[in-house]
């Protein structure tokens, strides 16, 4: 059998392999790493209702798999995505949500190689602003997007769990920064929380450290952090990637 690492798109044949696959990864992550999903939510974008599904089998098994999701319509944009214009969210907007890999599969780009294919459908599908939103302590995830262009554009503390607010837009401006760079740890929040707030967008990685850079739109100052009030039941629920 062929063993060629090459994502796919996600068909209803696969929802039952995708939900198993979600579980064992979720249930061994460390909390608010990824935002667990509803069957009924997951066969809405798996059938392409909501967004779409990819997938990379090994040996015909499901390793890994991602999902790309459009922001529904009841919301109308997010305050920690001020530079997509309102009026480009619904249509123009997609999240870079629930990417898994098996345990024994990872290191070897596979996350990067599904937000390629995503990222290519996406436009297809005409959008054009890119979000994800990632645990401050998913090193790997985030290393993974800034990797693929995307900045840090806000922070939000999601029912407890820091959340880096990243995006990626087609028209580069959007995001574009210049004068010089300011170094954050990542695991300095106070940190990221000044640099967001003095109008910086985190864009680059240098020696495990998050490089800032001043945005030339300066129109997220002031919006860049929120804090939302804690629902500790809802907690399992926080982050999405
Ligand atoms: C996050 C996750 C999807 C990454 O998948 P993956 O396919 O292993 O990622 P990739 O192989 O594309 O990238 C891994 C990169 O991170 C690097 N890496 C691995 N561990 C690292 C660490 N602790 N710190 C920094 N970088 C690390 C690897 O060296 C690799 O980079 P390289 O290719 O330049 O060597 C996977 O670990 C996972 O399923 N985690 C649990 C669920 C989760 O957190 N999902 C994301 C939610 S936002």
């Not at 997007?145 to 806000?154: D, P």
């Amino acid at each position: 059998m062929s063993n060629r690492l090459i994502p796919e798109r996600l068909t209803q044949a696969d929802l039952s392999a995708l939900i198993k696959l979600n579980e064992s990864v979720i249930s061994s992550a460390p909390p608010g790493y990824i935002r667990p999903k509803s069957e009924a939510d997951l066969a809405a974008i798996v059938t392409g209702g909501s967004g779409a599904a990819f997938c990379i089998r090994s040996q015909g098994e499901l390793v890994a798999a991602a999902l790309l999701t459009y922001p529904p319509p009841q919301v109308a944009g997010l305050p920690l995505f001020p530079r997509v214009p309102p009026e480009q969210w619904l249509d123009g907007a997609a999240f870079f949500d629930g990417a898994v890999v098996r345990p024994d599969m990872r290191g070897q780009g596979l996350q990067r190689a599904l937000f390629d294919t995503r990222l290519a459908y996406a436009r297809t599908q005409g959008r054009r602003w890119f979000c994800a939103g990632v645990h401050a302590g998913n090193v790997v995830s985030w290393s993974n997007l800034i990797r693929k262009r995307l900045a840090i554009v806000g922070m939000a503390f999601f029912y407890g769990y820091p959340l880096f607010a990243l995006l990626r837009a087609e028209d580069a401006d959007a995001v574009a920064t210049d004068g010089p760079s300011r170094l954050v740890d990542p695991y300095d929040l106070a940190g990221h929380e000044r640099a967001l707030g003095a109008g910086m967008l985190g864009v680059d990685l240098l020696d495990g450290q998050i490089v800032y850079r001043r945005a030339v739109r300066a129109d997220t100052i002031g919006q860049s952090v929120i804090r939302n009030v804690a629902h500790p039941e809802r907690a399992s629920s926080a982050a999405s990637a």
